[in-house]
Nanobody, 120 residues
Framework: QVQLVESGGGLVQPGGSLRLSCAAS????????MGWYRQVPGKQRELVAL???????KYVDSVSGRFTVSRDNAKNTVYLQMNSLKPEDTAVYYC??????????????WGQGTQVTVSS
């Protein structure tokens, strides 16, 4: 199996910055893509940003130009640098990985979530 451990959430004022990290561990033989989703109560979880093993990235329009996703393949770690944060970015942020696991095949894995609150 794959374990995803997130860190870096917290409370920040509007206009501030936060950096989220997510480290994957387990019997991983390949990671196809890693990314970040977010969810607020009463709404569906939405994709924020993802990055493939080849370095291609995708962002939801609302964060484009403010957030940057990056990845350290050697460490199986994905980062989300969040700048110019807005109150509407407040949510629980979840790390996701599409990974191949020995003896299991490719699966979809989730972290436990980390709260990001943007408020003055």
């Amino acid at each position: 199996q794959v374990q995803l451990v997130e860190s870096g959430g917290g409370l920040v004022q509007p206009g501030g910055s936060l950096r989220l990290s997510c480290a994957a561990s387990g019997s991983i033989f390949s990671i196809i893509a890693m990314g970040w989703y977010r969810q607020v109560p009463g709404k569906q979880r939405e994709l924020v940003a993802l990055i493939t093993s080849g370095g291609s990235t995708k962002y939801v329009d609302s964060v484009s130009g403010r957030f940057t996703v990056s990845r350290d393949n050697a460490k199986n770690t994905v980062y989300l640098q969040m700048n110019s944060l807005k109150p509407e970015d407040t949510a629980v942020y979840y790390c996701n990985a599409a990974a191949g696991v020995a003896g299991t095949g490719v699966g979809d894995y989730w972290g436990q979530g980390t709260q990001v609150t943007v408020s003055s």
